[in-house]
Nanobody, 116 residues
């Protein structure tokens, strides 16, 4: 069974940092582009960032540019999202995503709460 597992969420004060991790079971991440999405309470899921297979191409939503950094370690088969200068509006459940052919795979999500 193909699964994604996110970790690293938590409660952080505004201005703080967190690093989210995404791992896969049942398949290996290093063959696929990976995206990070988030869903805030009462809002639709939105794309945050994505990274190509090699890691050479990265994209960010305007709302997180300059604050978040996506990376991957194909040797460890992991993808990360470093989140700095966090704001209350970053509060959401964060999901990693892989698309294999036409099917999307999602993890269970990890909750990030930015609050003082």
């Amino acid at each position: 069974q193909l699964q994604l597992v996110e970790s690293g969420g938590g409660l952080v004060q505004p201005g703080g940092s967190l690093r989210l991790s995404c791992a896969a079971s049942g398949f290996t991440l290093d063959y696929f582009a990976v995206g990070w999405f988030r869903q805030a309470p009462g809002k639709e899921r939105e794309g945050v960032s994505c990274i190509s297979v090699s890691g050479g191409s990265k994209n960010y939503a305007d709302s997180v540019k300059g604050r978040f950094a996506i990376s991957r370690d194909n040797a460890k088969k992991m993808v990360y999202l470093q989140m700095n200068s966090l704001k209350p509006e970053d509060t959401a459940v964060y999901y990693c995503n892989v698309r294999i052919f036409t099917r999307d795979f999602w993890g269970q999500g990890t909750l990030v709460t930015v609050s003082s």
